[in-house]
T-cell receptor
Framework: NAGVTQTPKFQVLKTGQSMTLQCAQD?????MYWYRQDPGMGLRLIYY???????DKGEVPNGYNVSRLNKREFSLRLESAAPSQTSVYFC????????????FGEGSRLTVL | AQSVTQLDSHVSVSEGTPVLLRCNYS??????LFWYVQHPNKGLQLLLK??????LVKGINGFEAEFKKSETSFHLTKPSAHMSDAAEYFC???????????FGSGTRLSIRP
């Protein structure tokens, strides 16, 4: 019973490098989300996908892109990483955007040097 | 507009004593409210949720929360703290869309032996 799976768990990048964080859920949820967590700031929404084929910006989308590859998978891409993107990234899913709780992955810790 | 305030950034209690983590919310309609727990280097796990049924909500690991509309509060309690309860706790208010899922800034709970 995997739930929400994120890869990689850890990554170190140099400024300007690109990378993609992968997320997959096996709960047949319609909605998926990417959050970042920084000390003292709670969780902030980067992008979300209400359903397969749709994506929307959240609170802090600058410097990121997303792809909802299919109903199960939702990836987050950093095209040109910056030190300000050093953070812990969480993928989450829910049955829909207007109801139900979020289910979270274990997180991906990203350091940009 | 919705908002959520966790009134304490850090709470420290002795093992075996009661736990109280405070959360106040603001919402223009009857919200859904959640408490999540995050252990170090882990994802967020749902403790309990309020969705307009009973005002006293029981969750996992002996935690409870009471929805008080008149006080706009949703405080988390546990009668007797255990060492394994040491973690970060987040109060979350959920509205009608992904952009209206608001996380509190978190309360770190420490347990003294």
């Amino acid at each position: 019973n995997a739930g929400v799976t994120q890869t990689p768990k850890f990554q170190v990048l140099k400024t300007g490098q690109s990378m993609t964080l992968q997320c997959a859920q096996d709960m047949n949820h319609n909605s998926m989300y990417w959050y970042r967590q920084d000390p003292g700031m709670g969780l902030r929404l980067i992008y979300y996908s209400a359903s397969e084929g749709t994506t929307d910006k959240g609170e802090v989308p600058n410097g990121y892109n997303v792809s909802r590859l299919n109903k199960r998978e939702f990836s987050l891409r950093l095209e040109s990483a910056a030190p300000s993107q050093t953070s812990v990234y969480f993928c989450a899913s829910s049955i829909g955007t207007s109801a139900g709780e979020l289910f979270f992955g274990e997180g991906s810790r990203l350091t940009v040097l | 507009a919705q908002s959520v305030t966790q009134l304490d950034s850090h709470v420290s209690v002795s093992e075996g004593t009661p736990v109280l983590l405070r959360c106040n919310y603001s919402s223009s309609y009857s919200p859904s409210l959640f408490w999540y727990v995050q252990h170090p280097n882990k994802g967020l796990q749902l403790l309990l949720k309020y969705t307009s049924a009973a005002t006293l909500v029981k969750g996992i690991n002996g935690f409870e929360a009471e929805f008080k509309k008149s006080e706009t509060s949703f405080h988390l309690t546990k009668p007797s703290a255990h060492m394994s309860d040491a973690a970060e706790y987040f109060c979350v208010v959920r509205g009608s869309s992904a952009s209206k899922i608001i996380f509190g800034s978190g309360t770190r709970l420490s347990i003294r032996p």
